[in-house]
Nanobody, 127 residues
């Protein structure tokens, strides 16, 4: 599996960004993969931001609930993270991840559950 994230950048506090992650790779099916977004800032461990199961069930970490939203488009093999009302503490490198062994109901929120990772995209929230 190859994952490529797009959409990072510099935004002012209160602004918005949409991250997109493109899934590719022969022998793997996007629709049969659970997908997640993680982030890591300097000096901190990588943390889950949001996850979406094969069936579309979602999880969002408490710190982003009501502000961020994960979604997927199986036809386009894309997963998105809509980020609104951004705060300085959202500044981090954001990573897209895929769990291609997930069962239908699986909603993995631990990094070790994912076997495929994209290279990350920087999100900086600053005035």
């Amino acid at each position: 599996v190859q994952l490529q994230a797009y959409g990072g950048g510099l935004v002012q506090p209160g602004g918005f960004l949409t991250l997109a992650c493109e899934f590719s790779g022969s022998g793997y099916t996007f629709s049969r993969s659970a997908m997640g977004w993680f982030r890591q800032s300097p000096g901190k461990e990588r943390e889950v931001v949001a996850a979406i199961s094969r069936g579309g069930r979602t999880y969002h970490v408490d710190s982003v609930k009501g502000r961020f939203s994960i979604s997927r488009d199986n036809g386009k093999k894309m997963v998105y993270l809509q980020m609104n009302s951004l705060k300085s503490e959202d500044t981090a490198v954001y990573y897209c991840a895929a769990d291609s062994t997930a069962i239908l109901s699986s909603l993995p929120i631990v990094a070790s559950d994912y076997e495929s990772w994209g290279p990350g995209t920087q999100v900086t929230v600053s005035s």
